[in-house]
């Protein structure tokens, strides 16, 4: 809870007042997608991808969103003017299928809801970003719409708690032997000097954090592999990290009790820190990489 004022359906209210339908069918069936949205002094980050990732969700499950894009954007820009000015906070927006009967398929008449929330940022730990997080391996049990920013988190939420109940930060989804991704986060190997993803499609979220640090790899002639990167090579992998809107770019110090690399932050990972630190913090490139 916070005295921040929220976005429901049109109107702005405290946080506390800001409500919607017990019937809605995002609580009800998960029948919802979400974005969240750093934004970094006031500025919403790579606004417009998100967006566009929204408007792709949201035409994948056949849900009619509610405002246009410039409309969305305006909202964002008022909320973020009527709240508390922060130096970093979460912008989160959900758009769901709106109230209706428990009844699987759409209502007759559509009618979504969206909301807004603002929220202060999580403070990233320096020690982790310096030093690297452990993290887990857990099967991917998910469905195959990745792609989707669904509110149907429940994998994703069980595998986040495995990772801490086993002292770790996070937690990496395997299928068929390849590191896919994270709970709430891409995952990058980099192997002889080059990153290894995995590829888009419907077994990933196509981050808006992944696309920038394969701008910036592209920006500085570092090469990628698009491929999910095989558990039986961690042993070899020179460094590790997770990349998302909250997560940033962290290190990853060892997976399931190996040790990736040195066990610290490599050098390739740190120079894409420094590098979207630039473009988040000082402005630089900000506009452009916006495409403003
Ligand atoms: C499963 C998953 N993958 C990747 C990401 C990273 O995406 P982004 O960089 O757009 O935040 C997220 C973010 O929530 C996620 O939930």
Request: glycine share 10%; with cysteine.
């Amino acid at each position: 809870m916070t005295d921040n004022i929220a976005y429901v359906n049109g109107e702005f209210l405290p946080h506390a007042e800001a409500c919607i339908s017990i019937d809605d069918r995002g609580l009800v069936f998960g029948d919802a997608i979400y974005e969240v949205i750093k934004c970094y002094s006031q500025r919403p980050f790579r606004l417009r991808d998100h967006l566009e990732r929204l408007k792709r969700g949201a035409e994948e499950i056949r849900l009619p969103l509610p405002l246009d894009e410039e409309s969305v954007v305006r909202a964002i820009d008022e909320l973020l003017a009527r709240n508390v000015r922060m130096a970093e906070s979460s912008l989160y927006v959900q758009v769901t299928r709106g109230p209706g009967s428990r009844f699987h398929a759409f209502p007759r008449v559509a009618s979504p809801t969206i909301i807004m929330v603002l929220s202060p940022a999580a403070p990233l730990d320096p020690s982790d970003y310096e030093q690297g997080v452990r993290v887990i391996t857990v099967p991917d049990r998910r469905w195959d719409m990745c792609n989707v920013k669904s509110v149907g988190l429940l994998i994703a939420v069980l595998a986040k708690q495995s990772a801490l109940d086993a002292g770790a930060a996070d937690a990496v989804f395997v299928r068929a032997g390849r590191l896919v991704e994270g709970a709430s986060a891409n995952f990058f190997a980099v192997s002889n000097g080059r990153l290894i993803t995995h590829p888009e499609g419907r077994r990933i979220l196509a981050g808006v954090t992944r696309k920038v640090v394969l701008e910036l790899a592209a920006a500085t002639g570092l090469g990628v592999d698009f491929r999910g990167p095989k558990v039986d090579e961690i042993g070899g992998f020179d460094e590790a990290f997770l990349t998302g809107t909250g997560t940033e770019i962290l290190p990853v110090s060892s997976i399931d009790g190996t040790t990736v690399g040195q066990g610290g932050r490599g050098s390739i990972t740190a120079e894409l820190q420094r590098r979207f630190f630039d473009v988040t913090r000082t402005g630089v490139l900000h506009d452009r990489l916006a495409g403003a």
